[in-house]
């Protein structure tokens, strides 16, 4: 079975940068979207950026201008650059794809940013 590998979390101080990487664990079809969610401790899961296979984004307000959303089909990967990290960005960061038929997700990466 597929399964999503999420890779780039970790620590980065208030106003520093950080890139997330997913791709799938062995060769499939392109994905229809992919995206990614965050969930803070407590919190509910919560979208943060999403972006077809025709290349349509969308972006939550409250990361506006801070993330971007990429991907590549050829290697039906998707990337979260994420610039002026503020500690309510603190959160586990999971990876969506979705085909015509399922959906699948990642096991997460944390994002923890603090000075």
């Known amino acids: 079975q597929v399964q999503l590998v999420e890779s780039g979390g970790g620590l980065a101080q208030p106003g520093g940068s950080l890139r997330l990487s997913c791709a799938p664990s062995r060769s499939i079809f392109r994905f229809n979207r992919m995206g990614w969610y965050r969930q803070a401790p407590g919190k509910q899961r919560d979208l943060v950026a999403t972006?077809?296979?025709?290349?349509?984004?969308n972006v939550t307000g409250s990361v506006k201008g801070r993330f971007t959303i990429s991907r590549d089909n050829a290697k039906n990967e998707v990337y979260l650059q994420m610039n002026s990290l503020k500690p309510e960005d603190t959160a586990v960061y999971y990876c969506n794809a979705e085909s015509t038929t399922t959906d699948y997700w990642g096991q997460g990466t944390q994002v923890t940013v603090s000075s």
């Open positions: 972006i077809t296979s025709g290349g349509s984004t």
